[in-house]
């Protein structure tokens, strides 16, 4: 089983950029596929970013396209999301997920593990 900890969060202007970081303890994080998802209040969790072992695949969701970009160091057991030109609308709690069997997938129900999170808040 592998633990997750999200931290980078905090508060932005519109059009600053913030780095998250996903750090995993317990097991390797070379043995999952990761994802970013987010929760804005009121609404679902929706799919942010998924990156393959290795680092080789990535995949977005086509709001994310060009502003954000996931990336991985498996040394450091770490997942990262740059998040660029932030706007409002991306406020919400962002999560990373570990995806054992790698379908990286845009349905959270395939994620097997959930760290909890961590608030951004984008003013205008």
């Known amino acids: 089983q592998v633990q997750l900890e999200e931290s980078g969060g905090g508060l932005a202007q519109a059009g600053d950029s913030l780095r998250l970081s996903c750090l995993a303890s317990g097991r390797t994080l070379a043995s999952y596929c990761m994802g970013w998802f987010r929760q804005a209040p009121g609404k679902e969790r929706e799919f942010v970013a998924a990156?393959?072992?290795?680092?080789?695949?990535?995949r977005y969701a086509d709001s994310m396209k060009g502003r954000f970009r996931i990336s991985r160091d498996d040394v450091k057991n770490t997942v990262s999301l740059q998040m660029n030109s932030l706007n409002p609308e991306d406020t919400a709690v962002y999560y990373c997920a570990a995806d054992a069997s790698c379908y990286m997938s845009m349905r959270r129900d395939e994620y097997d593990y959930w760290g909890q999170g961590t608030q951004v808040t984008v003013s205008s």
């Open positions: 990156i393959s072992w290795g680092g080789s695949a990535t």
